[in-house]
Nanobody, 124 residues
């Protein structure tokens, strides 16, 4: 089981960019799928993006073309590059991991490990 720590959140203006990091400790990072979820105020947590161990990626429709997930196995770290940010992107962002095969990456119950989250606020 991995231990995950998010960083990189903060306040950014609409249209701006932010890069989040998810640092993992443990043995299974290379074979794990990594997801980013987010929870907006008063809303349910939703899947944002996912990258599997082979580097295949998946995105929620709301962030396609604006967000990019990557991973650097040598650093045991995954990243979320967020561009063209909107006020609707304001949320606490969480990374999550699972070493075994997923049924649906958008199902938060699939994941074994979670970080504590990092706040992203998009406001002028």
């Amino acid at each position: 089981q991995l231990q995950l720590v998010e960083s990189g959140g903060g306040l950014v203006q609409p249209g701006g960019s932010l890069r989040l990091s998810c640092a993992a400790s443990g043995r299974d990072f290379d074979v794990s799928g990594i997801a980013w979820f987010r929870r907006a105020p008063g809303q349910a947590r939703e899947g944002v993006t996912f990258i599997n161990s082979r580097g295949n990626t998946y995105y929620a429709d709301s962030v396609k073309g604006r967000f990019t997930i990557t991973r650097d196995n040598s650093k045991n770290t995954a990243y979320l590059q967020m561009n063209s940010l909107k006020s609707e992107d304001t949320a606490v962002y969480y990374c999550a991991a699972k070493a075994s095969m997923l049924r649906r990456w958008t199902n938060e119950r699939e994941y074994e490990s979670w970080g504590q989250g990092t706040q992203v606020t998009v406001s002028s």
